[in-house]
């Protein structure tokens, strides 16, 4: 049973445009929230991340935003480049009990910024 | 160098023979992690270690072990390797709780 969604396996954006990508949870056990990218051939590589304590955490063209009460969080980025193409994923983590010191992962979105 | 490695980067080995990858980090941080990464599944967690002699089972344990003698060290040991566990693989730690640094990966061919 996936406790962290994504529903969407692909996800094509033109250059410059706003990509948005999203996920959502089940266990509301689950305090952090984080993004990471993957590029083929390589490990995923953090990308940024939110605390359940807010709504919105920035880093330059990222955004995260995260809807606790819908269960949701989702990954703008603004301009979109075509060095942003690569798979993305969701992940989430708690503080207690079996998700203590675990991530759990979504399956991911490739993302395709298209020139 | 810093950093989180695996080893090897490639291999191929056949039905029923034992397969060890490896994973090492220069960060002595506390927790380490295995995952598999197939297609349609994202990743998923075999098994995690929250420090030396600790480990645990995640999503998918079964026909690997692992063991962690040393806090820097992460084996894991597919004792007979199938065709179902031909897969990318990827070693992670963190510090703490949440955000881990991730590995360059294994990919495992098992014909």
Known sequence: DQQVKQNSPSLSVQEGRISILNCDYTNSMFDYFLWYKKYPAEGPTFLISISSIKDKNEDGRFTVFLNKSAKHLSLHIVPSQPGDSAVYFCAASGRTGSTLGRLYFGRGTQLTVWP | ?111
């Not at chain 2, 031909?86 to 070693?91: H, M, R």
């Open chain 2, 1 to 111: 160098d810093a950093g989180i490695t695996q080893s090897p980067r490639y291999k191929i080995t056949e039905t029923g023979r034992q397969v060890t990858l490896m994973c090492h980090q220069t960060w002595s941080h506390s927790y380490m992690f295995w995952y598999r990464q197939d297609l349609g599944h994202g990743l998923r967690l075999i098994y995690y270690s929250a420090a030396a002699d600790i480990t645990d089972k995640g999503e998918v344990p079964d026909g690997y072990v692992v063991s962690r003698s040393k806090t820097e060290n992460f084996p894991l040991t597919l004792e007979s390797a199938t065709r179902s566990q031909t897969s990318v693989y990827f070693c992670a730690s963190t510090p703490r709780r949440d955000t881990q640094y991730f590995g360059p990966g294994t990919r495992l061919t098992v014909l």
